[in-house]
């Protein structure tokens, strides 16, 4: 009996979200940057929760011990581990949410689409009833997957198969955070809103990053995978001719969020992956957005792998893959209102229909520095090739992007990196 009564005690606090101690042999929570790895290393470093005592060192296993560990977004050093997955859409008894359990106020996908047919509601913004009702629908939703984190936290996943599924982290204001060791997934968007004016033709506009930074600063993301798996957009059906999009970004650097290093991380399947600045008229961004960029994957990503404005990005040693069978890629890189992007020994391997201008959008843009890149193994200059083939449609950037960057691990060639990126990138691949 004595024996049965242990059992089923420690299978309870096993539940719990109490203090606990990883099981793999490496505490991995107790990690800092080191010196000189990016812009997130500069002014001190980033520590993320090393520091935390042992009553502040959590190990969860369902949505509602995660939210018991963030403790709001507090700042208390906290290291929180992952275990297994857990999915953001779920009630606080565990049970989980779909959309249909998030609608309210009478709120249906196909009245909105019936009360907002651009044949006859027009160019206006949705106002009325079923735009309410969405909005209503939506912050119920919001309400279960944004997740604040806030100040010297470390959240890491246990073992090599951690996943947070439909979660949004917030960083909003938040200073010194680490985030490894973690798959993060389908950030999916219950109620897309109609913007009838976006494009010339309309869009769908989604709601939620996987990981959202809006004034965030000291900030290691390592060996994260971030994707759309489980609810691929391009699956997704077309509605007043634009498909009806689920998700935003994987992840956005915005609102003079500054000094991040995002490090040997896998971005995949998925439309936008990296916005660095979230608007041509944010100039208290000016001075800020200081990001590294190195050993990441960006595997079936249309577009944004990263788009900047303002910021000073390096961006070194990560490598591209475009599948065979892509039929709406954009570009990679993003040049955009006094962004400032050194960019060296980057690897890209696409298909026969994507050429080597295709890579680089310039927005407003004025400047690259690139050195090193690989195309399909080649060596390449992406400016010179970018200015040639787009002068008629974009003004031609110059390499002077106004400063070298002194903060950053070993550079090796681009072919060397494609190689260690393709076997070493993403979750559950720290060495």
């Known amino acids: 009996m004595r024996l049965r009564h242990t059992v089923a005690l420690t299978a309870l606090l096993g539940l719990l979200c109490v203090p606990a101690h990883a099981d793999d042999s490496r505490d991995i929570g107790r990690d800092v940057l080191a010196p000189n790895d990016g812009w997130a290393a500069a002014d001190g470093g980033t520590t993320g929760g090393s520091t935390a005592d042992d ?28 275990a297994g997955t857990i999915d953001a859409n779920t009630d606080d008894d565990g049970d989980h949410l779909d959309c249909a359990d998030y609608a309210t106020d009478g709120y249906s996908t196909s009245k909105y689409l019936a009360a907002y047919d651009p044949r006859t509601w027009g160019s206006a913004k949705p ?5 309410e009702a969405r909005q209503a629908s939506a912050a119920g939703q919001a309400e279960r ?54 494009g010339g033709l309309g869009d769908w506009k989604t ?47 915005t609102n003079a969020s500054d000094l991040v290093t995002v490090s040997w991380s896998r971005f995949a399947d998925h439309d936008k992956a990296i916005l660095i600045g979230n608007g041509d008229t944010a ?76 890579l680089v959008k310039s927005w407003n843009g004025t400047a690259l520095h690139q ?17 040639a083939y787009n002068s008629g449609s ?3 950037l110059t390499a002077d992007v106004g400063w070298t ?16 990126v393709a076997h070493g990138a993403g979750a559950g691949r720290i060495p």
């Open 283 to 358: 100039t208290a961004d000016r001075g800020r957005l200081r990001v590294t960029l190195h050993h990441n994957e960006f595997e079936s990503v249309v577009q944004r792998a990263p788009r900047v404005r303002f910021g000073q990005v390096h961006l070194y040693n990560n490598r591209y893959v475009v599948p065979a069978d892509a039929h709406d890629y954009r570009y990679s890189v993003g040049v955009s209102t006094e962004s400032a992007i050194h960019a060296e020994n980057n690897a890209f391997h696409t298909p026969g229909h994507i050429e080597v201008a295709d």
């Open 207 to 253: 709601a939620y990053d996987n990981i959202w930074l809006r004034g965030a600063t000291h900030v290691w993301i390592d060996h994260v995978t971030l994707s759309d798996k489980g609810h691929p957009d391009e699956r997704e059906p077309t509605y007043f001719g634009r498909n009806y999009l689920r998700h935003d970004g994987l992840l956005d650097i």
């Open 55 to 82: 009553a502040h060192v959590f190990t969860v296993r369902n949505r509602s011990e995660l939210v018991r560990a963030l403790d709001g977004g507090s700042a208390t050093p906290k290291i929180i581990r992952i």
């Open 405 to 420: 960057p002194t903060l950053h691990t070993k550079i090796d060639s681009a072919a060397t990196a494609d190689r260690a």
């Open 127 to 131: 106002s009325g009833p079923q735009e």
């Open 145 to 198: 997957i944004e997740l604040a984190v806030g100040s010297n936290t470390t959240i890491v996943g246990l073992g090599s198969s951690a996943v947070l599924k439909g979660a949004s982290l917030q960083l909003q204001g938040a200073n010194n955070v680490i985030v490894r060791n973690l798959e993060l997934r389908d950030a999916y968007d219950c109620f897309p809103v109609w913007q009838p004016n976006t």
């Open 394 to 396: 974009e003004r031609d």
């Open 371 to 387: 050195s090193g890149t690989l195309f399909n193994g080649y060596p390449v200059d992406l400016l010179a090739i970018h200015n």
